[in-house]
């Protein structure tokens, strides 16, 4: 059994900051990929940013420059800094890892994070 547990999101006002972590746990063989996905009312679930396990990034055109996404592999820990935030960045952001040697994705429960002015 996997687990992925977010924590960090909030209520922020434009052009703040935040840090969302996800930790994952159980019984965990290695992790390879992990991201972070977001979903906005009545809008589909997109990639923000993942994060392969040798640190290699991709972005989201529209977090490019703002957004930071680590890892801690020791910790079988991902993070996603948010700078600069805007109302667009308003949704519910899910922490996604590909785990053993087949790469099963796994969810976290999602953690809010919303604008206000």
């Known amino acids: 059994q996997v687990q992925l547990v977010e924590s960090g999101g909030g209520l922020v006002q434009p052009g703040g900051s935040l840090r969302l972590s996800c930790a994952a746990s159980?019984?965990?063989?290695?992790?390879?990929?992990m991201g972070w996905y977001r979903q906005a009312p009545g809008k589909e679930r997109e990639l923000v940013a993942a994060?392969?396990?040798?640190?290699?990034?991709n972005y989201a055109d529209s977090v490019k420059g703002r957004f930071t996404i680590s890892r801690d592999n020791a910790k079988n820990t991902v993070y996603l800094q948010m700078n600069s935030l805007k109302p667009e960045d308003t949704a519910v952001y899910y922490c996604?890892?590909?785990?053993?040697?087949?790469?099963?994705?796994?969810w976290g429960q999602g953690t809010q994070v919303a604008g206000s002015s």
């Open positions: 994060i392969t396990r040798g640190g290699s990034t």
């Open positions: 159980g019984s965990i063989s290695s992790i390879n990929a």
């Open positions: 996604n890892a590909a785990i053993g040697l087949f790469g099963t994705r796994y």
